[in-house]
């Protein structure tokens, strides 16, 4: 290896500033360096290409739904939504559709890449919903009759009672007002009228009175203790409960893996295909 001395011979040796100059510029640019502005250009021009290309193959699709609340959707059997707005990629989509109390419905539909459509579908009511509410009517009239017939049977059972009571009462007021004319009468014709005729019949007529309010006052406490009765046993009679088995069905549309994630549950459907 050669020396300064022996290259540079009959030259002084730089020193100072003066060697770190000349080392700069004999080194020069480091070559190779990596600018990075070129590839943020092309990833940009690239996602601008892929985001509209995606724009271009792709369509809307509105739903209009008969509930218009609380509905669902399964998309191509894989994707469970509650949106109103779909963004779909163009070709044909199967769509299933459920609410509560109603019945499940199947159809496909094709969506145009850029453009926008509406579908527009009544969810019809499950059967064991429509079932389910026959049975509520009647359990009301049951319920009605089970209440209201006791609750008649003695309210008249009281009126009776009170009409009773009246004529009771009307009767014994007849028979002491007869008493008081006997013992303030000085009339011979009138006393022995009393005594043969008005006496005899007005004590009649209040026995009979006093065995009638006897008698429906009877009634009316055995009309009350029954309605007492059909109240409490009607109202251990427990409500129709609806099983949502459209619900069931649904649910199952969508594979789910089980647990240990090898096996899962899968339930077919009924459906009405849309025309």
């Not at 453009?115 to 009239?141: F, K, T």
């Not at 007005?202 to 009979?208: A, P």
Request: hydrophobic share 40%; with cysteine.
């Amino acid at each position: 290896m050669r020396t300064w001395a022996a290259s540079h011979r009959g030259m002084p040796r730089p020193t100072g500033r003066a060697r770190e100059d000349r080392m700069r510029v004999r080194s020069g640019p480091v070559r190779g360096t990596i600018r990075p502005w070129p590839w943020v250009l092309l990833a940009g021009v690239l996602a601008t290409a892929g985001t509209g290309t995606m724009a271009q193959t792709m369509g809307q699709l509105r739903l209009v739904v008969d509930p218009g609340h609380d509905f669902q959707v399964v998309l191509d059997g894989k994707h469970r939504l509650q949106e109103r707005v779909l963004d779909l990629t163009e070709g044909n989509h199967r769509l299933q559709l459920w609410a509560p109390t109603r019945r499940i419905v199947d159809t496909t539909v094709y969506v145009r890449a850029g453009g926008s459509r509406d579908l527009i579908v009544r969810l019809p009511y499950a059967p064991e919903y429509v079932a389910h509410l026959q049975e509520m009517r009647h359990y009301r009239q049951r319920l009605w009759l089970n209440k209201a017939l006791p609750t008649v049977a003695t309210a008249g059972a009281a009126a009776w009672a009170t009409a009773a009571y009246l004529g009771y009462r009307k009767a014994g007021r007849q028979l002491q007002d007869d008493r008081d004319l006997y013992n303030s009468s000085a009339d011979p014709g009138e006393i022995a009228a009393l005594k043969d005729e008005l006496f005899p019949r007005h004590r009649e007529d209040f026995r009979r009175s006093k065995v009638m309010l006897g008698v429906s006052t009877g009634v009316c406490a055995v009309a009350a203790a029954i309605t007492v009765w059909a109240y409490r046993r009607a109202d251990r009679k427990p409500l129709p409960v609806f099983e949502d088995k459209e619900k069931v069905r649904f649910d199952g549309l969508v594979w789910l893996p089980g647990p240990d994630g090898r096996g899962g549950t899968w339930t077919a459907a009924m459906t009405i295909p849309l025309r």
